[in-house]
């Protein structure tokens, strides 16, 4: 299985193949998460208001640190459930327990207000591809900016250092701060997003590779720096592969 993923199988923890057609459903266990563990999905479901099941009965787990691949033939509900995961679709059936920082366990799912503003900064996604996911009217410096200040976490002289020293974590000059996406190259564009999704110490981080058309170089610089990142934040990653 892993042999078809761009995946380097060292870094992946486990693997998690969904398919197009209903899997046997595995006895319901007591919704109780593990203390080692960092997110906990059990029979995650999502039905599109056309009526399709594009998430169907999907059950993972991730540790902290963990790299989880999540593969599956195109159509099998890989990008819907990773928007679940963010809470950018509202899945209508299961648990996402997700462990805070200070150690507490929210169900992603069902979660609201500032619990759902707290899990919004811990599960950040990085997008594989850098032109469509950048506003190209903003400085690399607003869009890098941006997490931190809608999440308040900085400004003024403070919020300028943030920045500047996120840039230095991704392997990009901060003297480029006042220029715009479309004067980077592709790689460095994948880094300006990288620092976005950094910028407010996520934990968790959803990569979709699904509409990436990287050269072999670009991507293992990719995979380079989010390893980098991993080593430096204790992250964990997961990893959506075609
Ligand atoms: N917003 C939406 N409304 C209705 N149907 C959708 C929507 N988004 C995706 N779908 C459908 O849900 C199913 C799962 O799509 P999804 O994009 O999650 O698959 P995927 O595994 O990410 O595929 P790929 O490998 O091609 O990226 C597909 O049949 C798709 O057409
Ligand atoms: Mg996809």
Not at 194 to 221: C, G, N
Request: some cysteine; glycine content about 8%.
């Amino acid at each position: 299985m892993l042999r078809r993923t761009t995946i380097p199988a060292c870094w992946i923890g486990s693997v998690v193949k969904l398919e197009k057609k209903a899997e046997i459903r595995v006895d319901r266990e007591p919704v109780e998460m593990a203390p080692d563990l960092l997110l906990d999905v059990r029979n995650l479901g999502l039905t599109f208001p056309s009526g399709l099941k594009a998430v169907n009965d999907i059950s993972l787990t991730v540790s902290p640190g963990e790299t989880l691949g999540v593969v599956g033939e195109s159509g099998s509900g890989k990008t819907t459930m990773g928007r679940c995961l963010l809470r950018v679709y509202d899945a209508q059936e299961g648990v996402i327990n997700f462990r805070r920082a200070d150690g507490s366990v929210v169900d992603v799912r069902t979660a609201q207000g500032e619990d759902l503003r707290s899990v919004r900064r811990e599960i950040r996604m990085i997008f594989q591809d850098p032109v469509g996911s950048l506003n190209p009217r903003k400085t690399v410096a607003d869009i890098i900016a941006e997490p931190l200040k809608l999440a308040r976490l900085a400004k003024g002289k403070e919020l300028d250092e943030r920045v500047a020293a996120l840039m230095e974590q991704v392997g990009l000059d901060p003297a480029w701060r006042e220029r715009y996406p479309h004067a980077f190259s592709g790689g460095q564009r994948q880094r300006i997003g990288s620092a976005r999704a950094i910028a407010v110490k996520p934990r968790l981080i959803i990569a979709d590779e699904a509409t990436s058309a990287l050269d072999v170089s670009l991507r293992s610089q990719m995979l380079d720096l989010m390893m980098k990142l991993q080593d430096e934040m204790g992250l964990s990653y997961i990893f959506i592969s075609p």
